[in-house]
C-alpha cells in the first residue's frame, strides 16, 4: 500500500472548518483514499472514502486532486468531540491486500472553543 | 443495528499465560480484521477472516492466533505473553474483505 504523510497535529476554533491534508504521492490507480478518526481510547471510526472524485457524507467532504497525489478531508463546521486523531489510509482495492488497512501515525486535530 | 462488541473490555493477566479475545461483527457483516495498538507502534494490522478462512496475515509471531467461526464471530488468541504484548486490541468487521471497517471499542491488555 502507498504511505501516506500528514501533519503531526493541527488546531481548529470551534464553529470553523477544518481541512486536514495528507500527501499520497506514490498512489496507484487503483488504490483508494479511507479516513478514519480515532477518538480517545475509542475505536477508529470510518468517515469517507474516496478513488479519485470529491466525495460528501454527512460527516465530512473528500476533496481529491486530479492527479490523486494528495487529499484533502473537510469537517465543514468542527465542534469539541471532532477533537481526534485523523487517519488518511490508502487501501488496495484487490489483491492480497484488500482487506488490510495499514495506519500512519495521523494529525492530531484539536478544536478550541 | 447493533455495533461491534468486543469481549471482555479490559483484562489483566501475567507473563507466561495466554489469552482469548472474543469478537462479534455486525450483523451481517462476514469479515473480521484484529488490530493492535501501542503507543510505541501505533496501529499494526494482526490478521483479517473471511467465511471462516485467514485472508491476510501481519508481522506479529506466531503466539498470535486468530480463526472465525460459521457465525462470524471470531476469536484471537495470545500463548505465552509478554509484558509488550500489553496493548489495545481492536477488531474491526466489515460486510466482506473490501468494504468499511466498523471497529469495536477495543479490549485494553495489561500484561504483568
Known amino acids: 500500500d502507498a504511505k501516506t504523510t500528514q501533519p503531526t497535529s493541527m488546531d481548529c476554533a470551534e464553529g470553523r472548518a477544518a481541512n486536514l491534508p495528507c500527501n499520497h504521492s506514490?498512489?496507484?490507480?487503483?488504490?483508494?483514499v479511507y479516513w478514519y478518526r480515532q477518538i480517545h481510547s475509542q475505536g477508529p471510526q470510518y468517515i469517507i472514502h474516496?478513488?479519485?472524485n470529491n466525495e460528501t457524507n454527512e460527516m465530512a467532504s473528500l476533496i481529491i486532486t486530479e492527479d490523486r497525489k494528495s487529499s484533502t478531508l473537510i469537517l465543514p463546521h468542527a465542534t469539541l468531540r471532532d477533537t481526534a486523531v485523523y487517519y488518511c489510509i490508502v487501501r488496495a482495492a484487490g489483491g492480497t491486500s484488500y482487506g488490510k488497512l495499514t495506519f500512519g501515525q495521523g494529525t492530531i486535530l484539536t478544536v478550541h472553543p | 443495528k447493533a455495533g461491534v462488541t468486543q469481549t471482555p473490555r479490559y483484562l489483566i493477566k501475567t507473563r507466561g499465560q495466554q489469552v482469548t479475545l472474543s469478537c462479534s461483527p455486525i450483523?451481517?457483516?462476514?469479515?473480521v480484521s484484529w488490530y493492535q495498538q501501542t503507543p510505541g507502534q501505533g496501529l499494526q494490522f494482526l490478521f483479517e477472516y473471511f467465511s471462516e478462512t485467514q485472508r491476510n496475515k501481519g508481522n506479529f509471531p506466531g503466539r498470535f492466533s486468530g480463526r472465525q467461526f460459521s457465525n462470524s464471530r471470531s476469536e484471537m488468541n495470545v500463548s505465552t505473553l509478554e509484558l509488550g504484548d500489553s496493548a489495545l486490541y481492536l477488531c474491526?468487521?466489515?460486510w466482506g474483505p473490501g468494504g468499511e471497517q466498523f471497529f469495536g471499542p477495543g479490549t485494553r491488555l495489561t500484561v504483568l
Open positions: 450483523s451481517g457483516h462476514r469479515s
Open positions: 474516496g478513488l479519485k
Open positions: 474491526a468487521s466489515s
Open positions: 506514490t498512489i496507484s490507480g487503483n488504490e483508494y
